[in-house]
């Protein structure tokens, strides 16, 4: 459900974007919006894979840290 309504808002941005901004027709920007509202989802897809991927990595480096320093330490 989420991703349709990631598509859907992405294609009606677009088309009103290249509509009412860059004076298109209403032909293509619904044709351009069609290209284009796929790849700018699965960008937005990439880029909470991406920092979701960061923050594992971020909370293990941490984690391996206070170990190295508990380890140190004690």
Do not use: C, T
């Not at 290249?18 to 351009?32: C, P, Q, Y």
């Not at 700018?40 to 990439?46: D, G, I, N, Y």
């Not at 923050?55 to 480096?61: D, L, T, V, Y």
Request: a positive charge; hydrophobic letters at 55%.
């Amino acid at each position: 459900m989420k991703f349709l309504l990631l598509f859907l808002l992405a294609f009606v941005g677009v088309v009103l974007y290249l509509h009412f901004g860059k004076d298109e027709d209403w032909s293509s920007s619904l044709l351009l919006g069609v290209i284009a509202a796929p790849f700018l989802v699965a960008m937005w897809k990439f880029r909470d894979w991406y920092m979701k991927r960061a923050q594992r990595a971020g909370r293990n480096w941490r984690e391996a840290r206070n170990e190295r320093k508990r380890a140190g330490g004690a």
